[in-house]
């Protein structure tokens, strides 16, 4: 993978700089930490904050102290849509983004972000953590947009909750549903029948509360751990998306590491991935306790065959191009060997 090499002047200011003030005689390791920020919009409790941190802890092992993370949950840094910005810009250094945002830098990216692409949690595995596959499509806005995509990481099957069961495309006429702000999760809702909201996430809670939108759409741990389970009580699964996150990086700030720690950074992504995803799929299952315990109810009735129909066009409409087509029939190469369970 080519990266651009930038002088680390540029990065002084970019990266944060502690200086440890310990009067015991720190060493130079100690006196000159560069701490990554990682923006992170869920709670400290989801896994992917937990992989985050046990990442920097083994970074600063590593790397004999000389690089940390640390890690800013519940949209502290800001929503994904601007802290995007601010890591192209190298203001901030790391950022678990969803997929969807990335359409605004490179829309091949639109692909991993259709409805019902993947038919399982192993077929996007098998396209996502292959080099081979994925390569071009995330180096495509290094140069460009100064963005590393270091990983994608498993995040859910995303379904469509509100204050109302909802079986069929027909149950989603005249609902005004959150979605993340990209072209196509705009389509999609569109195409299930209800019209699109896009808006940051740190501002869905208000908006179901003070019914500005009537429901949005997520995994079971954002619906219980952000209490959206208290203002939207039917969680209906739709099962339209299965969404990766990615975890993005600054490729100034990555330049501007020695060769050495650079590799030790880069090895140690792997691990996060792994632990993250692992952590999923539990989180998943307690967040669905927790939801049902104050009285949400989970509708397994949907006709999920009539949602699939409805949104075909999207997919239809952007596979348009013979880098999106290649991208798809990965897609369907590993769906053969991934079916659904
Ligand atoms: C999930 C996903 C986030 C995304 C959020 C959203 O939590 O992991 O990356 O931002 O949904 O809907 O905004």
Avoid at 142 to 147: A, Q, R, V, W, Y
Avoid at 177 to 202: E, T, Y
Avoid at 213 to 227: L, M, R, S
Wanted: net charge negative; glycine share 6%; hydrophobic share 40%.
């Amino acid at each position: 993978m080519h990266r651009k090499k930038l002088a680390a002047a540029i990065i002084a200011g970019a990266a944060a700089i502690t200086l440890a003030a310990c009067s015991g005689g720190p060493g130079e390791a100690e006196q000159n930490k560069t701490t990554f920020r990682v923006a992170f919009n869920q709670t400290e409790q989801h896994p992917h904050y937990k992989a985050a941190v046990e990442f920097g802890k083994k970074l600063e092992k590593a790397t004999d102290g000389r690089y940390g993370v640390e890690v800013f949950a519940n949209e502290t840094l800001g929503g994904q849509s601007e802290v995007v910005q601010q890591v192209s810009d190298g203001t901030v250094e790391m950022l678990y983004v969803g997929a969807p945002i990335m359409e605004t830098f490179n829309q091949d990216f639109i692909v991993f972000n259709l409805p019902y692409v993947f038919d399982s949690q192993e077929a996007q595995a098998a396209v996502l953590y292959d080099e081979e596959i994925i390569g071009e499509l995330w180096s495509s806005i290094e140069e460009s947009k100064h963005i590393t995509v270091l990983t994608a990481l498993h995040s859910g099957t995303r379904n469509v909750y509100a204050n109302k069961v909802i079986n069929t495309p027909a149950d989603m006429a005249g609902l005004k549903i959150r979605v993340q702000q990209s072209d196509s999760q705009v389509a999609m809702i569109g195409l299930m029948g209800g019209s699109a909201s896009p808006m940051n996430f740190g501002e869905v809670y208000t908006a179901l509360q003070s019914r500005v939108i009537d429901g949005a759409e997520n995994n079971e741990t954002v619906y219980n751990a952000v209490k959206h389970d208290e203002v939207a009580r039917v969680y209906n699964y739709t099962k339209h998306l299965m969404l990766p996150d990615y975890l993005l990086m600054s490729t100034r700030a990555l330049d501007a590491m020695s060769e050495a720690d650079r590799a030790a950074f880069l090895d140690l992504i792997p691990e996060l991935a792994e632990e993250a995803d692992k952590g999923f799929v539990e989180f998943v299952a307690e967040s669905r306790a927790r939801s049902e315990a104050i009285g949400a109810t989970f509708n397994e009735d949907v006709d999920v065959a009539a949602f699939k129909a409805a949104v075909e066009p999207l997919t239809k409409q952007s596979i348009n191009n013979p880098v999106r087509q290649k991208l798809y029939d990965a897609v369907q190469k590993a769906n053969a060997t991934h079916p659904a369970k």
